[in-house]
C-alpha cells in the first residue's frame, strides 16, 4: 500500500516538474528509509520567506547549472516559469548575460555562481547582496544554492544523470524531429 502512495505521489511530481523522477522511484524501491530521508529534503529546498521569487528561482538556476546540463536544469527552469519568472530574464540568466539582468538578479545571479565556482569572490558579492537585501535574503538565497545542487547530485550517483539536453524555455518553437531534419 504504500509503494502504491509513494508512486501516484511520484506521478503527480513528474506532472508538475515536466519531468521524469525515476530516480526518486529507484530510491524508494531500493530503500524506503532513504527515500523517506531524501522527501525531507524537499523542507529546506523550497523555503522561502523574504526573498523574491526571482532572486530564489536565479540562485536556483545558477547553482543547478553548476551542477547539471540537463534534466534537473531544466526543472529549475520549468519552476521559475510557474512562478512567473520571464523568459528573457531566465535566458540572460541561463547565458550569465549580467547585464541584461536588474542590478539585484545580476548580484544574486554572481553570488551563486562566485559560491558554486569556489572563485574567492563569494565574499565581495556576498557584501553586495547584504547592502541590497540584507541578511535573511542572503540566508535564502544560500539555502537555495546548496539544496539546488543536491538533486542533481543524487541523480547522478544513482545513475541517472546520463546526459545533457537542450535546455527549453516554454516561448520557444518545438524542436524539428530528428526524422524530418535529416531529409532538410
Known sequence: MIRWLIGRHLNALERQLGSSVDYLRH?????????????????????????????????????????????????????????GVSPE????????????????????????????????????????????CGEVVVAELSLAIAMARVFPTLKRGLGYATHCSRIRLEHEPSEIPASLSRSL
Request: include cysteine.
Open 27 to 83: 530510491l524508494a524501491r531500493v530503500s524506503l528509509s532513504a527515500y523517506w530521508r531524501f522527501v525531507l529534503v524537499g523542507l529546506p529546498a523550497a523555503y522561502r520567506r523574504k526573498a523574491s521569487l526571482t532572486l530564489i528561482h536565479t540562485a536556483r538556476l545558477v547553482a543547478t547549472r553548476g551542477e547539471d546540463c540537463g534534466s534537473c536544469l531544466q526543472i529549475a527552469v520549468h519552476l521559475a516559469m510557474q512562478d
Open 89 to 132: 530574464l531566465l535566458q540572460a540568466v541561463l547565458e550569465n548575460r549580467t547585464a541584461e539582468m536588474p542590478k539585484v538578479v545580476m548580484i544574486a545571479s554572481e553570488f551563486a555562481r562566485s559560491v558554486v565556482e569556489h572563485d574567492g569572490s563569494d565574499l565581495y558579492w556576498r557584501k553586495q547582496l547584504l547592502s541590497e
